[in-house]
């Protein structure tokens, strides 16, 4: 629930007290000019009777007066209300009441007995004692203001006793005529404005040398407000830094003060820490390391308070001495943030008061710090995560939908990646003539940056396998599968981080001449059945990796191979994550035991081939996490050959 | 993995024992980064306790292949296991660097 603020709450007591004075002022001045005019008349004996004027005077200073009290008792009312509850107003209201009712009483000519009327004016003078005890805005005003309020009261306080003396001499004046007893509510009145002004004023004063700790603690508090608006805004680092800096000077007045910020694991090397100065030269700081030392077998500083400096000769070579030092470490259960050096002229200057505000700063600081890290953190990792979901979705898309279908082979192909982004690929061109170019490959490496050198293969792949309109000969128009290397490694050459390669395989089968030609670039051997010889064995041909060897000199490390198939060959073509899948014990799948599957299965179909081996490598590593991509593409030569 | 270290005046031997992976294939660079690592004149790996070694790990090799041999710092793998081996073997690698099977003919070589 939101409570309706005060009339007066942040508002100037000075300004309301200042209005008063100006009024009773004004008034006084009034009363003045009646006085010179009465004192004129009485001199120079005018015609008129002299009371009379006397008397209108009297009259008009009279209703001048209830004036000024009438605003001061309004006055006082904000004021004694201020942060007041309901029982307050009740009580003002009664008060009122009962003042007026007197006034009205005695207005009514209706003779009370001097007891009761001396009972209810004493009783009315008790309440106002009361009353005037409720100077809390007192404790709102800074040391300035407290001045100009105790100047401000005493001018309110001479004016009413001015108009009180000029009354109480003319009520004595033989010429007067007015009934005394008009004027005790007058006196009850003034009686509670003056109290109060009074008990304002002696509290106002008493409270100035407790002043300066009520400035203090606002500081404080406007100290801490500002750092934890910091974090809330989201701000950097040093500024949280600066701020502790800044609120802790100000608030405990050192003289010097020397943060040294600790850069955190992680963070960018970029920004330097510099040291935050004040009235500190930068060539002493390195005197401070001895104090900034952690403890013996820990990681973790201590915190160092000095309030004799002088004694204990701590710091003697700084060419200011000072009195007092402490040094606070800046540190979280799990890290350390820095130390902040406050350094004091006085002696004794760090008692357990200043360093109870200063742990708060410190530790708000630390709070600050590691808020900021986690939200950075989440940050980044959130980062991360998007990304990598960019890259599975662009590596998603490269992988071929549609496999190339003709009268005479049969694929299959399975690819399982291990993590979000793998470095396998795979694709098929089926080309004009009767051919089909197939490209397997791995990226060293993972996530992001594999899957974009995946997509530079696909795309090196496409661009190399485009028909050449100038060859002569037929099998001039597409580079040949060692050639096909030799391009993609110049093509790599520029764009692949030195401790990055390339393994691959580029197959180029052509129908019409029953063969293919192939090529292997450190991808793993081709597994084989050759079905006229009934044998399932590996092409073990040589070949380097691509990106390993960045120059003309590649060339002689890669081999043209052919070979003719026959109907019914099988060709498996797959990654290491095939062949390095792991067991519970850690033993790898290897190469045997997928050559053993191969020869139980060759008569089936592509589709079941595939489906068969795989299912081998997973029961194998059963409960085992993915440990690297897995591709495994199967071409089965078909066995009815229709245009031969 | 654990990376360990000998050295004589021309020879730096460094003995890999684990599993050479994405993680430990950073503390193997670090130590080939080392600067006054071609001041030697041969750096020889012993593989005996290498039991696998990840395209990271070969990437680290093959990264720094090339500034050794531009440096004429011979590097030399012995007591490869045959499971190492047949990475190196595959990758084509077994071409390119100078793998022999005992550590009398890395010294020797």
């Known amino acids: 629930m939101r409570v309706q603020p005060d009339a007066l709450v942040g508002q100037n007591f000075i300004g309301l007290l200042r209005v008063l004075f100006r009024r009773g002022l004004t008034l006084s001045v009034a009363l003045m000019v009646l006085i010179g005019v009465d004192r004129a008349a009485a001199a120079h004996a005018l015609p008129l009777p002299g009371n009379i004027i006397t008397a209108v005077v009297y009259t008009i200073a009279l209703a001048l ?16 209300s201020f942060r007041g509850g309901a029982k307050l107003r009740r009580e003002w209201l009664v008060f009122e009441l009962t003042l007026g009712l007197a006034l009205l009483m005695q207005l009514l000519v209706w003779q009370m007995s001097p007891g009761l009327r001396l009972g209810i004016g004493i009783g009315l003078a008790l309440f106002g004692v009361y009353l005037s005890g409720h100077q809390r805005w007192v404790a709102y005003l800074n040391n300035s203001q407290k001045w100009q309020a105790i100047l401000l009261q005493l001018g309110i306080l001479g004016f009413t006793l001015l108009f009180l003396f000029y009354l109480r001499n003319a009520q004595a004046d033989p010429v007067l005529l007015a009934p005394a007893t008009q004027l005790s509510f007058l006196v009850l009145s003034s009686f509670f404005a003056s109290f109060y002004a009074i008990a304002g004023l002696l509290i106002t004063l008493f409270n100035l040398p407790i002043a300066e700790v009520f400035e203090q603690r606002r500081a ?18 040093p500024e949280i830094y600066q701020m502790l800096f800044n609120s802790a000077i100000q608030t405990i007045k050192a003289n010097a003060a020397v943060l040294l910020p600790e850069r955190q694991p992680g963070e960018l090397a970029k920004s330097p820490l510099t040291p935050l100065r004040y009235q500190f030269a930068a060539d002493d700081i390195s005197l401070l390391a001895p104090l900034l030392a952690p403890l013996p077998g820990t990681l973790r500083a201590p915190e160092l308070i000095d309030n004799n400096l002088e004694r204990s000769k701590r710091l003697e070579a700084l060419s200011t001495p000072y009195g007092s030092m402490a040094v606070l470490p800046l540190q979280s259960a799990t890290h350390n943030y820095g130390s902040l050096l406050l350094l004091h002229k006085e002696p004794h200057a760090f008692d357990s008061e200043v360093l109870s505000i200063l742990h708060t700063f410190t530790a708000q600081t630390v709070l600050s710090l590691e808020n900021l890290q986690l939200a950075q953190e989440s940050l980044s990792n959130q980062r991360t995560q998007d990304e990598l979901r960019i890259a599975a979705l662009v590596q998603e898309r490269l992988i071929p939908k549609r496999l190339p279908t003709d009268d005479w082979f ?3 192909t399975y690819a399982q990646a291990a993590k979000e982004v793998g470095g396998d690929f795979y694709d098929f061109l089926h080309l004009p003539g009767q051919k089909l170019a197939v490209l397997i490959g791995d990226v060293s490496g993972k996530g992001v940056t594999a899957a974009f050198h995946t997509a530079q293969m696909k795309g090196i792949f496409h661009a190399l396998m485009q028909a050449n309109p100038l060859a002569k000969k037929e099998r001039d128009r597409y580079p040949d599968p060692h050639r096909f290397m030799v391009q993609a490694n110049e093509a790599l050459t520029h764009c692949l981080e030195r401790s990055s390669f390339i393994t691959a395989a580029f197959y180029l089968i052509d129908y019409q001449a029953g063969g293919f030609s192939f090529a292997r670039a450190g991808h793993c051997h081709t597994l084989y059945y050759h079905s006229i010889k009934e044998e399932v064995s590996y092409f073990r041909t040589e070949g380097l990796g691509l ?3 960045r120059d003309a000199g590649y060339e002689k490390h890669v081999k043209n191979q052919f070979w003719d198939y026959n109907p019914g060959d099988v060709m498996v073509i797959y990654t290491d994550g095939i062949v390095e899948a792991r067991d519970g014990e850690g033993n790898e799948y290897g190469e045997e035991r997928l050559r053993q599957m191969l020869e139980a299965c060759f008569y089936q179909s592509a589709e079941e081939i595939n489906e068969h081996l795989r299912h081998d490598v997973q029961e194998f590593s059963s409960g085992q996490p993915l440990h690297d991509d897995q591709t495994l593409l199967v071409i089965k030569f078909k066995a009815a050959q229709p245009h031969t | 993995m654990k990376v360990t270290t000998h050295t004589t ?5 460094l003995v890999l024992d684990g599993e050479l992976d994405a993680s430990s294939a950073v503390v193997l660079d670090a130590e080939l980064n080392k600067p006054e690592i071609l001041n030697y004149r041969k750096v020889l790996v012993d593989c005996q306790r290498l039991s696998y070694i990840s395209s990271a790990g070969l990437g680290v090799f093959i990264s720094h292949l090339q500034r050794l041999q531009d440096s004429d710092v011979k590097l030399v793998f012995f007591n490869m296991q045959e499971k190492v081996f047949n990475v190196f073997e ?12 005992t550590e009398q003919e890395a010294q020797a070589a």
Do not use: K
Not at chain 1, 65 to 80: D, G, K, N, P
Not at chain 1, 220 to 235: K, N, V
Not at chain 2, 90 to 101: F, K, Q, R
């Open chain 2, 9 to 13: 005046t021309d020879t730096l031997t």
């Open chain 1, 65 to 80: 007066f209830i004036i000024f009290l009438a605003q001061t008792l309004y006055a006082w009312r904000s004021l004694v």
């Open chain 1, 410 to 412: 049969e694929i299959s």
């Open chain 1, 547 to 549: 990106g390993i060897i």
């Open chain 1, 220 to 237: 404080e508090i406007l100290g801490l407000q500002h750092l934890s608006q910091i974090i809330q805004r989201g701000q950097s680092a």
């Open chain 2, 90 to 101: 595959i990758l084509g690698l077994d071409s390119l660097m100078n793998i022999v099977p």
